[in-house]
T-cell receptor, first 114, second 112 residues
Framework: GENVEQHPSTLSVQEGDSAVIKCTYS??????FPWYKQELGKGPQLIID?????GEKKDQRIAVTLNKTAKHFSLHITETQPEDSAVYFC?????????????FGTGTKLQVIP | ETGVTQTPRHLVMGMTNKKSLKCEQH?????MYWYKQSAKKPLELMFV???????ENNSVPSRFSPECPNSSHLFLHLHTLQPEDSALYLC???????????FGPGTRLTVT
C-alpha cells in the first residue's frame, strides 16, 4: 500500500520567515495530494491541494510543489504569521475500488514565534 | 464550520461499556469515513462508506462496529474497548467525484 513520510515533525520559525514541510510517497499511481491544517480542538481542514498533472500551485502565502519523478511534494508558507501555528498533514490519494483512498503523513507541528 | 458535526465531543468509558459515536454531514456527499488519530501517528483510516455501502474495513478489530443508515449519518458503535483505543476519532465526508475531504471536529475518546 501507499506510504507517506513527512518531515520535519516539528518546526519553529520567526514571524515573517518562511516555513517548508516536505513529504515523500511510495505509490506512483497516487494522483491527488492535499495538505491539511489542524488547529487545536478541530478536525483537519484543507488548505491547498495539487493533482499529479500539475507541478506547482500557489494560493496567496501558500504554495505546493510536486515532483512526480522523485515522488515528493512540499508545502511552502511565506511571511508566516502566529495564526499559521498548527499541525500540518500531507496526504497522497489514489483511486481504489471506486473511491479515493487517502494516506496521511505523520504531521508537522509548526510554531510561529511572534 | 465544515458542515460535518460529531457527537459527543468528549467521551470517557470503561472497558466494559457500550457507547456510540455519531457523525452527521450536511454537504450532500456520498462517501463517509472514520479515522483514528493517535499522538505522533498518521491518521489511520478505519472504515469507508460509499453510497451507504461499506467499501473499506482497514483491519479494524470487531469491537468497533460502523453503521451508515443513510448518506448523511455515520455511527461508530464501541464495546469492550481497550485503553490503547483512546484517541481522537474523526469523521470525514467527500463528494463522489473525489477531491477534498471535509472533517468533523472529532470525538476525544478515553478508555479507562
Amino acid at each position: 500500500g501507499e506510504n507517506v513520510e513527512q518531515h520535519p515533525s516539528t518546526l519553529s520559525v520567526q514571524e515573517g520567515d518562511s516555513a517548508v514541510i516536505k513529504c515523500t510517497y511510495s505509490d506512483s499511481a497516487s494522483n491527488y495530494f492535499p495538505w491539511y491544517k489542524q488547529e487545536l480542538g478541530k478536525g483537519p481542514q484543507l488548505i491547498i491541494d495539487i493533482r499529479s498533472n500539475v507541478g506547482e500551485k500557489k494560493d496567496q502565502r501558500i504554495a505546493v510543489t510536486l515532483n512526480k519523478t522523485a515522488k515528493h511534494f512540499s508545502l511552502h508558507i511565506t511571511e508566516t504569521q502566529p495564526e499559521d501555528s498548527a499541525v500540518y498533514f500531507c496526504a497522497a490519494s489514489i483511486n481504489s475500488g471506486g473511491y479515493q483512498k487517502v494516506t496521511f503523513g505523520t504531521g508537522t507541528k509548526l510554531q510561529v514565534i511572534p | 464550520e465544515t458542515g460535518v458535526t460529531q457527537t459527543p465531543r468528549h467521551l470517557v468509558m470503561g472497558m466494559t461499556n457500550k457507547k456510540s459515536l455519531k457523525c452527521e454531514q450536511h454537504l450532500g456527499h456520498n462517501a463517509m469515513y472514520w479515522y483514528k488519530q493517535s499522538a505522533k501517528k498518521p491518521l489511520e483510516l478505519m472504515f469507508v462508506y460509499n453510497f451507504k455501502e461499506q467499501t473499506e474495513n482497514n483491519s479494524v478489530p470487531s469491537r468497533f462496529s460502523p453503521e451508515c443508515p443513510n448518506s448523511s449519518h455515520l455511527f461508530l458503535h464501541l464495546h469492550t474497548l481497550q485503553p490503547e483505543d483512546s484517541a481522537l476519532y474523526l469523521c470525514a465526508c467527500r463528494a463522489s467525484g473525489g477531491g477534498e475531504q471535509y472533517f468533523g471536529p472529532g470525538t476525544r475518546l478515553t478508555v479507562t
